[in-house]
């Protein structure tokens, strides 16, 4: 089995790649998705309220903006919040990567994580792919989702840029094309990593 580190910054298209990994026969897990998942947990939940406070909903839950408000504008803040989430994170990682192992010897497994290079863990995977797109391209697509500027130029900057990540690839896609050249990207990336995959194994 070939574990696949897939990263890149905010509205450079990560998901999209891997919803595209998946479709060509991956088996991919998203950080993000756990986060959401844990964020549930009664005892993350009062982590979290011991050191932020009310950032709840009327039904209990984690206010997702407001908590992400706090964080993206204090550093010290944001540290405390990933001393919670991501050892829980890494540990549904490996869970994953466990499982698939056992079904699938020759799987290429790939875990989307956003800030795999700013944690370090990027080391934990054979292969390293990041998405790349520009400072421009990133903001216009957070505009498009909906976000403010100041809050979108805000969450872009908290993160490391697309070029210092690229640095850390073993393997780059350009996501500043057409949907049509990110497919045929990803396509090729495919058969590389399952070629990578069988050898391993």
């Known amino acids: 089995m070939l574990k696949v580190g897939l990263t890149g910054s905010i509205g450079t298209g990560k998901s999209t790649v891997a919803r595209l990994l998946e479709r060509e026969g991956a088996y ?12 549930n947990r009664q005892d ?5 309220r011991s050191l932020f406070g009310d950032v ?7 206010d997702r903006k407001k908590l992400a408000k706090i964080v993206f504008s204090d550093e010290t803040k944001k540290k405390q919040l990933e001393s919670i989430i991501h050892p ?8 994953f990567f466990s ?3 056992k079904k699938d010897p020759d799987a290429v497994a790939v875990a989307e994580v956003p800030l795999m290079i700013e ?17 421009e391209l990133q903001l216009k697509r957070l505009l498009e989702k909906g976000m403010d500027r ?6 872009i900057k908290s993160q490391m840029s697309p070029e210092e990540k690229v640095k850390y690839a073993d393997f780059v896609i350009d996501n500043t094309g057409s949907l049509e050249s990110l497919e045929k990207q990803v396509k090729e990336l495919y058969r590389k990593l399952k070629r990578m995959a069988e050898k391993k194994d």
């Open 150 to 155: 100041d809050e979108a130029i805000r969450r």
């Open 119 to 135: 944690t370090g863990s990027y080391k934990n995977y054979d292969v390293v792919v990041v998405v790349y797109a520009p400072f």
């Open 44 to 48: 993350i939940r009062e982590k979290i």
């Open 56 to 62: 709840f909903r009327e039904d209990g839950s984690v």
């Open 99 to 101: 499982s698939i192992r």
């Open 88 to 95: 829980e994170v890494f540990k549904e990682i490996e869970k």
């Open 28 to 39: 991919v897990i998203d950080a993000d998705r756990i986060v959401h998942d844990l964020l």
